[in-house]
């Protein structure tokens, strides 16, 4: 490869990883094309998944200012650069490494943070980030819920009480003259 050639693969590279807010390295020795297609669509438009060269890829990390992946880029290497929601992608890579064995996650990184093969596989046993979203709404809702009606109780008590006043002042009332008359 020309080093005009290497200088421009760098320069990509190190543009997917300052664009994305993950990456998986992985191994891939062993997968056919076919296999590798069948990743590609399985990860969606959450990822672009690149068969990369070594070198390269070490020199466009660290002029992206990804520290902590040199060791993972050893043997064929590909990476997963995550632009969407890291969990999914890291649950198509464990879900696709599981039928395929010849796929090896490596290790990664996320915001900025180095991850290991076993924190990756942690990541992907976590609920996506719409699931988690949406089980904070409820929750909030339900906090929101609890303290309208705790707002609520001492209005509704002070109504209850003032309503059975009246009733009993009207009831004391019609009969407090009969009440006066027995008593004379």
Not at 88 to 99: I, M, Q, T, Y
Not at 119 to 146: F, N, T
């Amino acid at each position: 490869m020309a080093s005009s050639d290497k200088g421009a693969v760098v320069e990509e590279i190190k543009q997917r990883f300052e664009n994305s807010n993950a990456a998986v390295v992985t191994a891939y020795t062993g997968l056919t094309v076919a296999q590798l297609k069948e990743l590609r669509r399985s990860l969606g438009e959450n990822a672009q998944y690149r068969v990369t060269k070594n070198t390269l890829t070490k020199i466009a990390a660290n002029e992206a200012g990804v520290s902590g992946l040199d060791e993972f880029f050893k043997g064929s290497t590909a990476v997963a650069f995550v632009t969407g929601d890291p969990v999914n992608v890291a649950k198509g890579l464990r879900d696709f490494s599981k039928e395929n064995p010849s796929l090896v996650i490596k290790g990664g990184v996320l915001d900025g943070k180095a991850l290991s093969a076993a924190e990756i596989v942690k990541l992907a046993d976590l609920e996506s980030r719409e699931v988690l979203l949406a089980k904070l709404a409820g929750g909030m809702k339900a906090s929101m819920a609890k303290a309208a009606a705790t707002f609520e109780a001492p209005l509704t008590k002070f109504v209850r009480t003032a309503d059975a006043l009246r009733n009993k002042v009207e009831q004391g009332g019609a009969g407090a003259p009969a009440a006066a008359e027995s008593a004379e």
